[in-house]
């Protein structure tokens, strides 16, 4: 089953979810059966995990994705060799050099929303915190992206990004049809980029010195693949890969310390501002909030020949679902799986060693690019503002929606006081 039958199978994201956990259950970590017109098989034992995703890609391989409609050609939803020319082409910005030059950045927008919290906390307004975590990491990847702060018009046009990922459960099967149900919103995400593309293309670099936009623009001048839809799919791409995640991430995050004020308090006290210690102690409660709540919940993928898996003949022609929210959840691998405990990443032997067993962006040649830049983005965000407000929420969602992320269903107003 590719994609997009998946997304029409499920009359509620919280059947497919339950439906998946029943094989599972019934039937262990590979488990066949029927989901639509051809065979399905359900993957979440971390060794098949592995054999799949990161050992024979060519032979378990993506064929489109359930944000095209969104993304376009963009690296998320490419294929085959044309992949490879993009992901090669952005590689290098998500990684060493690359990420320091965007750590500025991303402090900047930290010390937006720090300031911006401050007047929360001495006003006692009541404000969402959901999206407090998209505005920060929207900012965050725009200024990335175009060395530019966003700004409150750029801002409000792109809540049309929110718009469509959320509908995209939703959308009639046809590609037509689909795409008429948000053609509005599209139309302005569309012309956001286009003038983006433009005023990068006619002027100087923004206050912040050129950005993910720059080195699209620069591979136009060399590469006749990069056409302005193309330039268009890949700026898409990386602000709905770079802030969508992030802030679905942060809000789940701070839920879970609603319910466990502890684990904030044991990370503050891990060492001080600035230490290896504190920064150790931040990042393993990120980790914990994406072994619940992995940005990659499920990851579907074609199989292009005969193979065996674990002892399993998989036929040709056969769709698989790689579940890591599953994998995360299994107690054979994770012990008391539904209990949030940052500790099992800061102790020795808390968490499986097996590469298959932990997976919040994916594992292999298709892992996500930005996975380094998502995790310091947060951990920048949280040393900030953990030591120095405490959120009370008004109230909190009763459950999760399943689409490309895993999202809180529901608002989440909050208020803030002084730590």
């Given amino acids: 089953m590719d994609a997009a039958a998946v997304e029409r199978w499920r009359a509620s994201s919280a059947e497919l979810v339950d439906l998946l956990a029943q094989a599972r259950a019934g039937l262990g970590g590979i488990a066949a059966f029927r989901l639509g017109p051809r065979p399905t098989v359900l993957v979440t034992d971390p060794r098949a995990v592995q054999h799949v995703l990161a050992q024979h890609p060519d032979r378990y391989v993506k064929r489109s994705h359930r944000a095209r409609i969104l993304v376009g050609d963009g690296v998320l939803a490419a294929t085959g060799e044309a992949w490879k020319r993009q992901r090669r082409l952005l590689q290098s910005q998500f990684t060493g050099t690359g990420m320091r030059r965007y750590e500025q950045r991303i402090g900047a927008a930290a010390r937006v929303t720090a300031e911006r919290w401050a007047g929360f906390a001495r006003s006692g307004a009541v404000f969402d915190l959901g999206e407090e975590m998209r505005r920060f990491a929207l900012d965050t990847i725009w200024r990335s992206l175009t060395g530019h702060p966003l700004d409150a018009a750029t801002e409000q046009e792109l809540t049309a990004v929110g718009t469509v990922v959320a509908a995209l459960p939703t959308l009639p099967a046809d590609a037509v049809d689909a795409e008429r149900a948000v053609a509005a919103d599209l139309a302005r995400i569309d012309a956001v980029a286009r003038h983006a593309i433009e005023a990068a293309r006619r002027g100087p670099a923004g206050p912040e010195g050129p950005g993910l936009l720059h080195v699209l623009l620069d591979a136009s001048a060399e590469r006749p693949e990069y056409t302005d839809r193309l330039i268009r799919d890949e700026l898409v791409t990386l602000l709905v890969a770079g802030h969508e995640t992030t802030a679905t991430t942060l809000t789940w995050l701070y839920l879970l310390l609603d319910r466990h004020p502890e684990a904030r308090t044991q990370a503050l006290a891990a060492g001080g501002e600035g230490s290896s210690e504190r920064a150790a102690a931040i990042a393993a409660l990120v980790s914990e909030t994406l072994r619940l709540y992995p940005s990659a919940w499920l990851l579907p993928r074609w199989t292009a020949e005969v193979d065996t898996l674990l002892g399993h003949r998989i036929e040709a022609d056969t769709d698989l679902l790689v579940c890591p929210y599953l994998t995360h959840r299994d107690a054979e691998l994770w012990p008391d ?83």
């Fill in 337 to 419: 799986p539904e209990r949030f405990d940052p500790r099992r990443f800061t102790t020795p032997g808390g968490r499986p060693n097996h590469p298959g067993a932990y997976l919040p962006f994916g594992i292999g040649a298709r892992a996500c690019l930005g996975l380094q830049f998502a995790l310091r983005e947060m951990g920048i965000l949280l040393e900030c503002l953990l030591p120095t407000h405490t959120v009370t929420f008004r109230s909190t969602p009763g459950k999760a929606a399943y689409s490309i992320t895993v999202r809180p269903d529901g608002p989440t107003p909050a208020t803030l006081t002084w730590a």
